[in-house]
């Protein structure tokens, strides 16, 4: 045989393949068989190279030669290990004997579960017929422990090398696969607590402790290389030589060093490398709870304190190890409180952490190439059987399986999934553990990651993948599409499985589905988080029945967004929410085609949906605007001057005043949903939803002056008398507008020239109020509240002064704080020519030459400190107030306030009515420290946002983190919180992580509020 034909065959090295066979007595002519074995296996070069080091490694190479060229079975098994397994080729090389492993009957038999353990028994020197092993295993010649170890390590691979000879040549299923390395990982773990009990002999004497199997061991479900979860119960024994139990506490004691000792030996690492781990994180209260409790205290954790993802764990436990009586005992009391899951008062809120604990495993740059974690991966299947075993279980015992493909087989031969659908899971389930299994059996590490192709072996790595699987003519090609299409099958299904049968219940349409009862389908809808499911069957009833083409694409579109609904805070407001948009626009052939062709915008509807009251009420007023949903260029703010251009036409369009500011509202309301939709996706920062709301409401405000001011021109037949101008104060004059945030603003007016300024002022007057009443007046568009009270003589002066009443007032009376708050004025509407002149009489007050003197720095802190006793609303924390609060909106603004009234003066850049662009400026020009600079504008920002999303979640406005323990949940979960890994209620642990995050930011802020402001 040439080297061409080699490659041909699948050698990347031919030549250099055709030189290693020849060295190693391999006669490329002759031996044609063993040839085309070693080119049969997943890496043709991988096997051969392995062939050599063996024969080099064995005492009698011409054996194995002789016996792979007579013995077809052996040589497939081998050549097959020796191409996809580089561990378990070093083992043979380590042990060149081993390979006789792999020959005979046995090594094409399945052993049984007592085989294993009596055979990793014997080889410990422990008595596999004790009642409970108990006995002392034999002591190995050396007398040293530490080489029994090593010898159970041995016999370990001995029986994965077996079992992968098995696998790799098609004489097992994965699901025998697996269910054998479960029970060789059980076998495996009683000879470590024999060899436990001969290290700690009297402690043994003292307990009966049983070890339970959880996760894939238990389910029987195992991989090649995985943790090994696991529980331990113990009891105490009778004390030898008395008639009494062993105390409590020291048979405790006892039981958690031979649990030690035991997990200690397959986790250890010596020639044979480690087996796997043995993780106990899954017993009552996690790694803080103790390792080892009597049967009475797991009864009472789990009746008292334990969540319902601990019983989903529990879903999968059985004895393994140890005292077997012991560990039935544990499962016949545990498992009537796992069947009752479902009637727990916080069953919704942890399946949702499930859910979510899903998702924020996966690392963004892994998410495609993820089998286990990624969308349409192994936990999606698992997850939908789970569930589905949960919902139904409690009254049908016939699904109670710990092994997700028995528990698949059950859930369809009784009627709760289709047949169809079944199979398909299961194959999809197959195939990725099939997958996941090779990919550990390479080197015989835990991974769960398929090769990545843009690494510089990946294509080769992926290719060795295709070929184990079977994919002769392009395994790259192959392997990729397959694992496509069995991770799109995946999702479909799992929506399917758990959504679609809602949708038979209530849509009263022949279906060869199993129907549910009325009584599943709500058990099903609550375990999506519906807190009313009754009202969330009706409204599928409305969304789905009959025959149109409309309740055709609803039915399409509701078992996928039935899981986004679940995903979001308020499953039931989104659904609601919905079924009013889709009633309004159902009939509207753009809207449906959307959502079917669009899946984008119909996972953001149902997020937003619920998730906000203020975008659902804005969006109910038009629905048609959830076409923005569809491109993040649409949410974007737009500018000022397109939205004048709008604000204009609109004027235009209509004969009266109330019509007019009517169409400038409503493109107002567009504006607030457009922003809104934005922060909520995280597409704008909070300065530009501030910005945004700023530049619509001066929009607003701008349209409606012109509207008051003809009208109130035309309505007294005069000439106009004066000009007018608008000009914001506060946060609007900031551009730091909030959803809920009044528009303050003061008004100036200018008599012309030759008119009495009475005569005016009256004009003026009667303009700013039809312009308030415009703003304000019943509609189904939200007002524009106009403040002015923060006017000179606040609530007792006058609407509206002239611009030389103004000059006077300031000349004369100005008070510092009048400085201050004119640092945030800027005209925003009304005669441009008066703008300017107000700026320029202004801003000799607000940039005092020379900056302001000490006596009115001292003014300032007390007003600071004044402001902090007295307006803090009573009964507030002011740890959690974002305006008032310690280091909240307040203290950071002040900080750059003082810094403009101190310095502006000197440096124009500074004469900023932003707060952001101040501090950025004083840090720029050494007035602030870049480090306190970073640290107030993190704190501005965030109180910033947690205010604004006060508003869009409860649809009105609050200064303070919500007391309510689900509202600030839903408030976190919208700022993008998430629950960590699902051990804690998740309304706990999205709501602290946004509390500790605040209490956080504001701490240090505050901290630097103190030292800056008040010179410290």
Same mark, same amino acid.
């Given at each position: 045989?040439?080297?061409?034909?080699?490659?041909?065959?699948?050698?990347?090295?031919?030549?250099?393949?055709?030189?290693?066979?020849?060295?190693?007595?391999?006669?490329?002519?002759?031996?044609?068989?063993?040839?085309? &074995?070693? /080119?049969?296996? =997943? $890496? %043709?070069?991988?096997?051969?190279? @392995? #062939?050599?080091?063996?024969?080099? +490694?064995? !005492?009698?190479?011409?054996?194995?030669?002789?016996?792979?060229?007579?013995?077809?079975?052996?040589?497939?098994?081998?050549?097959?290990?020796?191409?996809?397994?580089?561990?378990?080729?070093?083992?043979?090389?380590?042990?060149?004997?081993?390979?006789?492993?792999?020959?005979?009957? &046995?090594? /094409?038999?399945? =052993? $049984? %579960?007592?085989?294993?353990?009596? @055979? #990793?028994?014997?080889?410990?020197? +422990?008595? !596999?017929?004790?009642?409970?092993?108990?006995?002392?295993?034999?002591?190995?010649?050396?007398?040293?422990?530490?080489?029994?170890?090593?010898?159970?390590?041995?016999?370990?691979?001995?029986?994965?090398?077996?079992?992968?000879?098995?696998?790799?040549?098609?004489?097992?299923?994965? &699901?025998?696969?697996?269910?054998?390395?479960?029970?060789?990982?059980?076998?495996? #773990?009683?000879?470590?607590?024999?060899?436990?009990?001969?290290?700690?002999?009297?402690?043994?004497?003292?307990?009966?402790?049983?070890?339970?199997?959880?996760?894939?061991?238990?389910?029987?479900?195992?991989?090649?290389?995985?943790?090994?979860?696991?529980?331990?119960?113990?009891?105490?024994?009778?004390?030898?030589?008395?008639?009494?139990?062993?105390?409590?506490?020291?048979?405790?004691?006892?039981?958690?060093? #031979?649990?030690?000792?035991?997990?200690?030996?397959?986790?250890?690492?010596?020639?044979?490398?480690?087996?796997?781990?043995?993780?106990?994180?899954?017993?009552?209260?996690?790694?803080?709870?103790?390792?080892?409790?009597?049967?009475?205290?797991?009864?009472?954790?789990?009746?008292?304190?334990?969540?319902?993802?601990?019983?989903?764990?529990?879903?999968?436990?059985?004895?393994?190890?140890?005292?077997?009586?012991?560990?039935?005992?544990?499962?016949?009391?545990?498992?009537?409180?796992?069947?009752?899951?479902?009637?727990?008062?916080?069953?919704?809120?942890?399946?949702?952490?499930?859910?979510?604990?899903?998702?924020?495993?996966?690392?963004?740059?892994?998410?495609?190439?993820?089998?286990?974690?990624?969308?349409?991966?192994?936990?999606?299947?698992?997850?939908?059987?789970?569930?589905?075993?949960?919902?139904?279980?409690?009254?049908?015992?016939?699904?109670?399986?710990?092994?997700?493909?028995?528990?698949?087989?059950?859930?369809?031969?009784?009627?709760?999934?289709?047949?169809?659908?079944?199979?398909?899971?299961?194959?999809?389930?197959?195939?990725?553990?099939?997958?996941?299994?090779?990919?550990?059996?390479?080197?015989?590490?835990?991974?769960?990651?398929?090769?990545?192709?843009?690494?510089?072996?990946?294509?080769?790595?992926?290719?060795?993948?295709?070929?184990?699987?079977?994919?002769?003519?392009?395994?790259?090609?192959?392997?990729?599409?397959?694992?496509?299409?069995?991770?799109?099958?995946?999702?479909?299904?799992?929506?399917?499985?758990?959504?679609?049968?809602?949708?038979?219940?209530?849509?009263?349409?022949?279906?060869?589905?199993?129907?549910?009862?009325?009584?599943?389908?709500?058990?099903?809808?609550?375990?999506?988080?519906?807190?009313?499911?009754?009202?969330?069957?009706?409204?599928?009833?409305?969304?789905?029945?009959?025959?149109?083409?409309?309740?055709?694409?609803?039915?399409?579109?509701?078992?996928?967004?039935?899981?986004?609904?679940?995903?979001?805070?308020?499953?039931?407001?989104?659904?609601?929410?919905?079924?009013?948009?889709?009633?309004?626009?159902?009939?509207?052939?753009?809207?449906?085609?959307?959502?079917?062709?669009?899946?984008?915008?119909?996972?953001?509807?149902?997020?937003?949906?619920?998730?906000?009251?203020?975008?659902?009420?804005?969006?109910?007023?038009?629905?048609?605007?959830?076409?923005?949903?569809?491109?993040?260029?649409?949410?974007?703010?737009?500018?000022?001057?397109?939205?004048?251009?709008?604000?204009?036409?609109?004027?235009?369009?209509?004969?009266?005043?109330?019509?007019?500011?009517?169409?400038?509202?409503?493109?107002?309301?567009?504006?607030?949903?457009?922003?809104?939709?934005?922060?909520?996706?995280?597409?704008?920062?909070?300065?530009?939803?501030?910005?945004?709301?700023?530049?619509?409401?001066?929009?607003?405000?701008?349209?409606?002056?012109?509207?008051?001011?003809?009208?109130?021109?035309?309505?007294?037949?005069?000439?106009?008398?004066?000009?007018?101008?608008?000009?914001?104060?506060?946060?609007?004059?900031?551009?730091?507008?909030?959803?809920?945030?009044?528009?303050?603003?003061?008004?100036?007016?200018?008599?012309?020239?030759?008119?009495?300024?009475?005569?005016?002022?009256?004009?003026?007057?009667?303009?700013?109020?039809?312009?308030?009443?415009?703003?304000?007046?019943?509609?189904?568009?939200?007002?524009?509240?106009?403040?002015?009270?923060?006017?000179?003589?606040?609530?007792?002066?006058?609407?509206?002064?002239?611009?030389?009443?103004?000059?006077?007032?300031?000349?004369?009376?100005?008070?510092?704080?009048?400085?201050?708050?004119?640092?945030?004025?800027?005209?925003?509407?009304?005669?441009?020519?008066?703008?300017?002149?107000?700026?320029?009489?202004?801003?000799?007050?607000?940039?005092?030459?020379?900056?302001?003197?000490?006596?009115?720095?001292?003014?300032?802190?007390?007003?600071?400190?004044?402001?902090?006793?007295?307006?803090?609303?009573?009964?507030?924390?002011?740890?959690?107030?974002?305006?008032?609060?310690?280091?909240?909106?307040?203290?950071?603004?002040?900080?750059?306030?003082?810094?403009?009234?101190?310095?502006?003066?000197?440096?124009?850049?500074?004469?900023?009515?932003?707060?952001?662009?101040?501090?950025?400026?004083?840090?720029?020009?050494?007035?602030?420290?870049?480090?306190?600079?970073?640290?107030?504008?993190?704190?501005?920002?965030?109180?910033?946002?947690?205010?604004?999303?006060?508003?869009?979640?409860?649809?009105?406005?609050?200064?303070?983190?919500?007391?309510?323990?689900?509202?600030?949940?839903?408030?976190?979960?919208?700022?993008?919180?998430?629950?960590?890994?699902?051990?804690?209620?998740?309304?706990?642990?999205?709501?602290?992580?946004?509390?500790?995050?605040?209490?956080?930011?504001?701490?240090?802020?505050?901290?630097?509020?103190?030292?800056?402001?008040?010179?410290?």
């Amino acid at each position: 045989m040439t080297a061409g034909a080699l490659a041909r065959r699948g050698f990347s090295d031919s030549t250099r393949a055709l030189r290693l066979m020849t060295g190693a007595g391999l006669d490329a002519g002759a031996d044609t068989d063993v040839i085309s &074995d070693l /080119a049969a296996a =997943p $890496d %043709p070069d991988q096997a051969l190279l @392995g #062939l050599i080091r063996i024969l080099e +490694a064995s !005492p009698d190479p011409d054996e194995l030669l002789a016996v792979l060229r007579e013995d077809p079975d052996l040589r497939a098994r081998l050549c097959r290990v020796l191409g996809a397994s580089t561990a378990l080729t070093d083992h043979l090389v380590r042990h060149p004997g081993d390979w006789r492993e792999l020959r005979g009957a &046995d090594a /094409a038999r399945t =052993p $049984d %579960p007592e085989e294993l353990r009596h @055979g #990793l028994l014997h080889t410990v020197g +422990a008595d !596999p017929n004790a009642r409970s092993p108990h006995a002392d295993p034999a002591v190995s010649d050396d007398g040293s422990l530490h080489a029994l170890k090593h010898v159970l390590r041995v016999a370990y691979r001995r029986r994965v090398l077996r079992l992968a000879g098995r696998d790799l040549t098609g004489l097992c299923t994965v &699901d025998q696969v697996a269910a054998e390395l479960a029970d060789l990982a059980a076998a495996t #773990l009683d000879a470590a607590l024999a060899v436990a009990r001969a290290e700690f002999p009297e402690d043994a004497e003292r307990c009966r402790l049983a070890v339970i199997g959880m996760g894939k061991c238990g389910g029987r479900e195992l991989n090649y290389v995985s943790d090994v979860d696991v529980v331990f119960v113990a009891e105490p024994t009778e004390e030898p030589g008395a008639d009494r139990p062993v105390d409590d506490q020291a048979a405790m004691r006892s039981a958690t060093r #031979l649990a030690t000792a035991m997990m200690r030996i397959p986790s250890e690492t010596d020639a044979e490398g480690t087996l796997w781990e043995v993780d106990p994180a899954l017993r009552p209260e996690g790694k803080n709870g103790p390792l080892v409790r009597p049967l009475s205290g797991h009864v009472a954790y789990y009746e008292r304190w334990a969540k319902t993802w601990e019983f989903q764990a529990l879903l999968k436990a059985r004895p393994i190890a140890g005292d077997l009586e012991l560990g039935r005992a544990y499962e016949a009391a545990i498992s009537p409180m796992v069947w009752g899951a479902t009637e727990r008062p916080n069953f919704v809120e942890d399946v949702q952490a499930m859910r979510r604990r899903v998702v924020a495993h996966i690392p963004v740059e892994h998410t495609e190439r993820e089998l286990k974690l990624g969308p349409g991966g192994l936990r999606d299947i698992e997850f939908s059987v789970q569930l589905l075993q949960l919902v139904h279980g409690r009254t049908d015992e016939r699904l109670r399986s710990g092994n997700t493909l028995d528990a698949l087989a059950a859930l369809s031969e009784h009627g709760y999934v289709g047949r169809g659908d079944a199979v398909g899971l299961a194959e999809a389930y197959r195939f990725l553990r099939r997958v996941e299994h090779l990919l550990q059996l390479e080197r015989l590490r835990r991974t769960h990651l398929m090769p990545d192709p843009a690494s510089p072996d990946g294509p080769a790595h992926l290719r060795w993948l295709g070929r184990a699987l079977g994919y002769a003519g392009d395994p790259v090609k192959e392997l990729t599409e397959a694992r496509r299409r069995v991770s799109l099958e995946v999702r479909r299904l799992h929506e399917k499985l758990f959504y679609r049968p809602l949708l038979n219940a209530v849509a009263k349409l022949p279906s060869e589905e199993a129907r549910l009862t009325p009584e599943q389908a709500r058990v099903r809808m609550e375990a999506l988080g519906f807190a009313d499911p009754a009202g969330a069957l009706r409204h599928l009833e409305s969304l789905t029945s009959g025959v149109s083409r409309r309740a055709a694409i609803q039915r399409t579109l509701l078992p996928v967004m039935l899981g986004w609904f679940s995903d979001a805070p308020d499953p039931d407001a989104g659904l609601l929410g919905f079924r009013q948009v889709s009633d309004a626009l159902g009939t509207t052939p753009w809207y449906l085609r959307l959502l079917r062709d669009d899946v984008r915008v119909a996972e953001r509807m149902a997020w937003l949906l619920g998730t906000s009251r203020y975008v659902t009420e804005l969006l109910l007023r038009a629905p048609e605007a959830v076409a923005m949903l569809a491109d993040d260029a649409h949410l974007v703010r737009r500018s000022p001057k397109v939205l004048a251009a709008e604000a204009e036409a609109a004027l235009r369009r209509y004969d009266t005043a109330e019509e007019s500011v009517a169409a400038v509202r409503a493109l107002r309301r567009r504006e607030l949903l457009r922003t809104a939709v934005a922060d909520l996706l995280e597409v704008s920062s909070v300065q530009e939803v501030g910005a945004a709301l700023t530049d619509i409401a001066a929009v607003t405000i701008e349209a409606a002056l012109r509207l008051a001011f003809n009208r109130v021109v035309a309505a007294s037949g005069d000439e106009p008398l004066t000009r007018v101008c608008v000009v914001a104060m506060g946060r609007f004059g900031g551009g730091e507008l909030t959803y809920a945030s009044d528009a303050d603003v003061m008004y100036v007016h200018d008599p012309l020239p030759g008119v009495e300024t009475g005569a005016a002022t009256k004009q003026a007057l009667e303009v700013v109020r039809e312009l308030a009443r415009l703003l304000e007046m019943p509609a189904a568009e939200p007002p524009l509240k106009v403040d002015t009270d923060l006017r000179p003589e606040g609530r007792s002066g006058p609407v509206v002064r002239t611009l030389d009443s103004y000059a006077a007032y300031y000349g004369r009376w100005s008070q510092v704080w009048e400085s201050q708050a004119l640092l945030r004025a800027r005209p925003i509407a009304g005669d441009p020519q008066l703008r300017r002149a107000f700026t320029e009489l202004i801003d000799p007050i607000r940039y005092p030459l020379g900056g302001i003197d000490s006596a009115s720095v001292l003014e300032i802190r007390k007003l600071k400190a004044r402001m902090e006793s007295e307006r803090l609303p009573r009964g507030a924390d002011p740890t959690l107030h974002t305006k008032l609060g310690r280091g909240g909106l307040s203290d950071v603004e002040w900080v750059a306030q003082l810094v403009q009234l101190r310095h502006a003066h000197e440096h124009p850049d500074l004469r900023t009515t932003g707060t952001l662009e101040a501090l950025e400026v004083a840090v720029a020009h050494g007035m602030l420290a870049a480090d306190d600079g970073v640290v107030l504008e993190q704190a501005w920002r965030l109180a910033s946002r947690v205010r604004g999303m006060v508003m869009l979640v409860r649809g009105r406005p609050g200064d303070s983190l919500p007391t309510d323990l689900r509202v600030r949940s839903a408030l976190a979960e919208a700022m993008g919180c998430s629950s960590g890994e699902g051990e804690d209620d998740v309304w706990e642990g999205a709501s602290e992580q946004l509390t500790e995050a605040y209490l956080r930011t504001t701490r240090r802020a505050r901290a630097v509020m103190e030292r800056v402001f008040y010179d410290g």
